[in-house]
């Protein structure tokens, strides 16, 4: 059964810093590209950032997020690193990592593109 699990969230102070991590079980990471997506109470989901796969070569960023949030993957590892720096209050909300076997030039932040989910991360940004 293909599985990605996230991990890595928490309380964190605006300003603060935490590093995401999605990593696969059942299959490996290398062909797939991935998703960070999250969720607030009373919203949408909102796609915040993608890697192609193979070297991630393809990254893409909310507008919401870009300049603060770093994505990235290490294939030996088998996982997909969120970082965010200088995090705020509207980042609160239950993150998610989405897989999709796909060639090494696709990056998508489009929720119905992606078939393997996992169950999500809270994090809470909060003095």
């Known amino acids: 059964q293909l599985q990605v699990v996230e991990s890595g969230g928490g309380l964190v102070q605006p300003g603060g810093s935490l590093r995401l991590s999605c990593t696969a079980s059942?299959?490996?990471?290398?062909?797939?590209?991935i998703g960070w997506f999250r969720q607030a109470p009373g919203k949408e989901r909102e796609g915040v950032s993608c890697?192609?796969?193979?070297?991630?070569?393809?990254?893409d960023y909310a507008d919401s997020v870009r300049g603060r949030f770093t994505v990235s993957r290490d294939n030996a590892r088998n996982t997909v690193y969120l970082q965010m720096n200088s995090l705020k209050p509207e980042d609160t909300g239950v993150y998610f990592c989405?897989?999709?076997?796909?060639?090494?030039?696709?990056?998508?932040?489009?929720?119905?593109?992606?078939?393997?989910w996992g169950r999500g991360t809270q994090v809470t940004v909060s003095s």
């Open positions: 890697i192609s796969s193979g070297r991630g070569a393809k990254l």
């Open positions: 989405a897989a999709e076997m796909a060639a090494d030039d696709w990056c998508a932040r489009v929720e119905w593109d992606f078939n393997y």
């Open positions: 059942g299959f490996t990471l290398d062909h797939y590209g």
